[in-house]
């Protein structure tokens, strides 16, 4: 068995005194983890960090074997993301979320995310939308997508500022105002693309919206908590402006 494809490194570990085993989020074969021969070597090491981008050929003699990768450097990053606090929990945020996912499960569109993502979590007004957007994506592949596209009451599509806590559906302005203390606010970044950073507020916000069905969908039915990754993320973003002090 043999291919080959696109992967970010998002976790290594080491295999014996020389090896490593490296786990990859690929753009055709999901998350998927391999021996690196070599890989416990310094001349390895730089190549070996989370973050990094490779091309990655996967051998193996029976489809269902751990196997082996040989690995190409395509895009190193991770000296840049492990010298900011910010980036580095964001990093680690993200590794963690995305071992929830069955491995060997294809999932493109995350994959291309990802790469996005690790290119730009260096900048603290872009790392905050980035990461709540990819929570928002995580909560979509595991089964557990928000429908954001039009109102839970009236079924139009414009002005959508809420979302139910409930049922995870957007609400417009007009239907939500009675209930807005009981709604989350949605926004727009969400939803629709923007010229610029969006606000800390908003980033806030979108953190209270994603933690609160990640939560309730994801961690809480398996006894857990949100990873301790996101609160450390949340707290080195308060630091750096991303969010306000106060936020979640």
């Given at each position: 068995?043999e291919?080959?494809d696109?992967?970010?490194?998002?976790?290594?570990?080491?295999?014996?005194?020389?090896n490593a085993?490296?786990?990859?989020?690929?753009?055709?074969?999901?998350?998927?983890?391999?021996?690196?021969?070599?890989?416990?070597?310094?001349?390895?090491?730089?190549?070996?960090?989370?973050?990094?981008?490779?091309?990655?050929?996967?051998?193996?003699?029976?489809?269902?074997?751990?196997?082996?990768?040989?690995?190409?450097?395509?895009?190193?990053?991770?000296?840049?993301?492990?010298?900011?606090?910010?980036?580095?929990f964001?990093?680690?945020?993200?590794?963690?979320?995305?071992?929830?996912?069955?491995?060997?499960?294809?999932?493109?569109?995350?994959?291309?995310?990802?790469?996005t993502?690790?290119?730009?979590?260096?900048?603290?007004?872009?790392?905050?939308?980035?990461?709540?957007?990819?929570?928002?994506?995580?909560?979509?592949?595991l089964?557990?997508?928000?429908?954001?596209?039009?109102?839970?009451?009236?079924?139009?599509?414009?002005?959508?500022?809420?979302v139910?806590?409930?049922?995870?559906?957007?609400?417009?302005?007009?239907?939500?105002?009675p209930w807005?203390?009981?709604?989350?606010?949605?926004?727009?970044?969400?939803?629709?693309?923007?010229?610029?950073?969006?606000?800390a507020?908003?980033?806030?916000?979108?953190?209270?919206?994603t933690?609160?069905?990640?939560?309730?969908r994801?961690?809480?039915?398996?006894?857990?908590?949100?990873?301790?990754?996101?609160a450390?993320l949340?707290?080195?973003l308060?630091?750096?402006?991303g969010?306000?002090?106060?936020?979640?």
């Amino acid at each position: 068995m043999e291919w080959t494809d696109e992967g970010v490194i998002i976790g290594v570990r080491r295999h014996g005194e020389a090896n490593a085993i490296v786990e990859l989020l690929t753009r055709a074969h999901g998350r998927h983890l391999g021996i690196v021969r070599g890989g416990g070597s310094r001349r390895q090491a730089a190549t070996l960090q989370p973050g990094n981008s490779v091309r990655a050929v996967w051998r193996a003699r029976l489809d269902e074997h751990l196997g082996s990768f040989t690995l190409e450097l395509t895009a190193a990053r991770a000296g840049e993301l492990m010298a900011q606090a910010h980036s580095a929990f964001a990093l680690a945020h993200v590794s963690a979320l995305l071992r929830l996912l069955p491995e060997r499960d294809p999932h493109g569109d995350l994959h291309g995310l990802v790469e996005t993502m690790t290119e730009h979590l260096g900048e603290v007004r872009l790392t905050g939308m980035l990461v709540a957007r990819f929570e928002l994506m995580m909560l979509a592949e595991l089964g557990f997508g928000l429908d954001l596209t039009r109102c839970a009451a009236t079924g139009g599509r414009n002005d959508l500022l809420y979302v139910s806590p409930r049922s995870g559906r957007a609400v417009s302005r007009e239907a939500g105002e009675p209930w807005r203390q009981q709604l989350l606010d949605l926004p727009y970044f969400l939803v629709g693309e923007v010229a610029a950073p969006p606000s800390a507020g908003d980033v806030d916000a979108a953190f209270a919206l994603t933690g609160h069905f990640l939560a309730r969908r994801i961690f809480e039915p398996r006894g857990q908590a949100l990873p301790d990754s996101r609160a450390a993320l949340l707290g080195a973003l308060k630091r750096a402006g991303g969010i306000p002090a106060g936020g979640q």
